[in-house]
T-cell receptor, first 113, second 115 residues
Framework: AQSVTQLGSHVSVSEGALVLLRCNYSSSVPPYLFWYVQYPNQGLQLLLKYTSAATLVKGINGFEAEFKKSETSFHLTKPSAHMSDAAEYFCAVRSQAGTALIFGKGTTLSVSS | NAGVTQTPKFQVLKTGQSMTLQCAQDMNHNSMYWYRQDPGMGLRLIYYSASEGTTDKGEVPNGYNVSRLNKREFSLRLESAAPSQTSVYFC??????????????FGDGTRLSIL
């Protein structure tokens, strides 16, 4: 069965520092992976998705993620954090039956000046 | 572009009351979903509709019913609300279900409190 583990429920960085949010997945079929961001009192917005065309995926707002099959990981990074990046981030994998998404429990990113 | 619209945005119920959460999408998507979000739990699937005329249970369907009224609308009903159903409910839609990499598009959520 598919599952997603996000390491660290809360990550704090300084403005301008590297952002690294970790996601490991378990999947018995080639995975379809997604990162979503949720700002306070809003819905989820797609940041990027893994399509199997390239292992390094670029998304919106300067974020990117690298798919590593050997490590079953899909970590999200951004070279330089901005205050506006403060939000909750969710990694998700499509279920084996393809019926819906299976979400990790989320990582809250705090950015300090 | 409206995308996915959920109503109401906020609701307070008493235990035992019933209510229906409404969801509509204007993107001509085939598949629609209802999730609940609880602190530290991520999002969990309640019900989904792969296409008009079909509905199926997700991970946490107990206490809920759904109706896919037409291609645009997918409603979630709580027949007899319980405090454990206090949560934020999200509706989502996608072009298609199945083994594809099509993302889901989310509404802004309904914040439901049950006293």
């Amino acid at each position: 069965a598919q599952s997603v583990t996000q390491l660290g429920s809360h990550v704090s960085v300084s403005e301008g520092a590297l952002v690294l949010l970790r996601c490991n997945y378990s999947s018995s079929v080639p995975p379809y992976l997604f990162w979503y961001v949720q700002y306070p009192n809003q819905g989820l917005q797609l940041l990027l998705k893994y399509t199997s065309a390239a292992t390094l995926v670029k998304g919106i707002n300067g974020f990117e993620a690298e798919f590593k099959k050997s490590e079953t990981s899909f970590h999200l990074t951004k070279p330089s954090a901005h205050m506006s990046d403060a939000a909750e981030y969710f990694c998700a994998v499509r279920s084996q039956a393809g019926t819906a998404l299976i979400f990790g429990k989320g990582t809250t990113l705090s950015v300090s000046s | 572009n409206a995308g996915v619209t959920q109503t109401p945005k906020f609701q307070v119920l008493k235990t035992g009351q019933s209510m229906t959460l409404q969801c509509a999408q204007d993107m001509n998507h085939n598949s629609m979903y209802w999730y609940r979000q609880d602190p530290g739990m991520g999002l969990r699937l309640i019900y989904y509709s792969a296409s008009e005329g079909t509905t199926d249970k997700g991970e946490v369907p107990n206490g809920y019913n759904v109706s896919r009224l037409n291609k645009r609308e997918f409603s979630l009903r709580l027949e007899s609300a319980a405090p454990s159903q206090t949560s934020v409910y999200f509706c989502a839609s996608s072009t298609q279900g199945g083994l594809s990499n099509q993302p889901q598009h989310f509404g802004d959520g309904t914040r439901l409190s049950i006293l």
